[in-house]
């Protein structure tokens, strides 16, 4: 299995990108579905594309697929085909690599800069609900049913060859090690981080410790970063520094911008500021992380103001 971040020396910050859905949003797109994202997948990829090159451009490293909703599951309540289900998954990939070659091709994009990865999102088996459960994570599923339930996806984006899984916004324990369980037995030569979504200083959203299921990982190489995304900023400090005492890892985070999410209306309150995200990936570096990005509501601007700070920190 080769780690995909061996091309990044151990003290050079690795710039994730920010948020997908409401980057859409911004660029007129309804995504009031349970389909999220993936909704774009079917009706507007090119758009897709162009979020993911605006990234790269932005500073990104590393992009992360528009296939955080998408499951066989969800594609079905749709009317669409496994067949048909498998392709939009693979769509999700090849539109990232798509506008990583394009940005690629300039050489004036190449100074100072590493060839961005693309990782496949995969999102929690709560995503897949669309019922706010990937912030409760009390799914009363078993390890062998949560493994069960990646696994088709997980193949599917195999297919189209991303540099590695991210596995983020998941909110409890069990359905961390199910993934890195999985990866083990059957998915051996695929590289995978792993993001929990947490409720407070030191808990995932379930409840479970974070550095309790960050420990949990530890055995399993294929897992080669650990970290928090889908947070309020004000949690992420004590959390990587928890993180950080229980893993050798990587070290990984990317919050929201911010503002605060209401599940039930599924509406955003508050306000956010690029420089004041920039300003405050300066405790997140501090606490360890070593690969920084933005998750719900941060844009483009979020990621250029973070990448000029870690570059010339």
């Not at 300003?279 to 997140?284: D, F, G, T």
């Not at 990005?293 to 700070?309: F, H, K, N, Q, V």
């Amino acid at each position: 299995m080769h780690n995909p971040f061996s091309q990044f020396s151990a003290d050079t910050p690795v710039v994730l990108d920010g948020a997908m859905a409401s980057e859409l949003e911004r660029r007129g797109c309804n995504l009031n579905d349970a389909l999220w994202s993936a909704r774009v997948l079917i009706e507007q990829p090119q758009l897709i594309r162009d979020v993911h090159y605006d990234y790269f451009m932005a500073g990104a490293d590393v992009a992360t697929t528009a296939s955080y909703q998408a499951s066989f599951p969800g594609f079905a309540k749709r009317g669409l085909s496994e067949e048909e289900s498998a392709r939009l998954m693979r769509l999700s990939i090849e539109l990232a690599q798509a506008a990583r070659d394009a940005f690629w091709a300039d050489e004036q994009h190449r100074v100072g800069r590493i060839k961005p990865l693309v990782a496949a999102s995969v999102g929690p088996y709560g995503a897949m609900l669309a019922d706010g459960s990937e912030y409760r994570g009390n799914y009363g599923l078993s390890e062998q049913q949560l493994m069960d339930f990646h696994r088709p996806r997980i193949a599917a984006l195999l297919v189209a060859g991303p540099d590695l899984l991210a596995c983020e916004t998941i909110p409890c324990q069990v359905e961390a090690v199910a993934i890195a369980r999985l990866l083990q037995q059957e998915f051996p030569h695929a590289a995978a981080w792993i993001s929990f979504s947490c409720r407070d200083d030191a808990n995932l959203s379930e409840g479970t410790p974070l550095a309790e299921a960050i420990a949990a990982l530890e055995p399993f190489q294929q897992v080669v970063a650990v970290g928090v995304n889908c947070t309020a900023p004000r949690h992420i400090a004590p959390l990587l520094q928890a993180a950080a005492k229980a893993s050798g890892k990587r070290l990984l985070t990317y919050p929201n911008s911010g503002e605060a999410y209401d599940p039930v209306t599924k509406t955003w309150h508050g306000s956010s500021d690029p420089q004041a995200f920039a300003e405050a990936a300066r405790q997140w570096r501090a606490a360890g992380a070593s690969c920084i990005g933005g998750c719900c509501r941060t844009t483009p601007e979020d990621i250029r103001a973070l990448s000029a700070w870690l570059r010339r920190g």
